[in-house]
């Protein structure tokens, strides 16, 4: 079983910058992909972007050129940079990942971008 714990989130304003964090604990034998959702009020649940143990990243394409996602696999974490960051950003961020055990989410981390 996986545990993940997320840091990170917070307030800032538009056009600046914020670095969100995971860390995966627990009970496993390896780790396949990690990444990131996020779900605005009264919105499903989006992919914002995911990397595989192989290093293969897939970003949706609201946040391409301003992201930026990497991992560790050795040490089974994952970060995600957000520059230039809009108002159209501000979610709840998850960070999940797909262990041989299924896919496990964090509690997940408030971001909030003032216009």
């Known amino acids: 079983q996986v545990h993940l714990v997320e840091s990170g989130g917070g307030l800032v304003q538009a056009g600046g910058s914020l670095r969100l964090s995971c860390a995966a604990s627990g009970s496993f034998v390896r780790i396949l992909a990690m990444g990131w959702y996020r779900q605005a009020p009264g919105n499903q649940r989006e992919q914002v972007a995911t990397i595989t143990s192989g290093g293969t990243t897939n970003y949706a394409d609201s946040v391409k050129g301003r992201f930026t996602i990497s991992g560790d696999s050795a040490k089974n974490t994952v970060d995600l940079q957000m520059n230039n960051l809009k108002p159209e950003d501000t979610a709840v961020y998850y960070c999940?990942?797909?262990?041989?055990?299924?896919?496990?989410w964090g509690q997940g981390t408030q971001v909030t971008v003032s216009s």
């Open positions: 999940t990942s797909a262990a041989d055990g299924g896919v496990t």
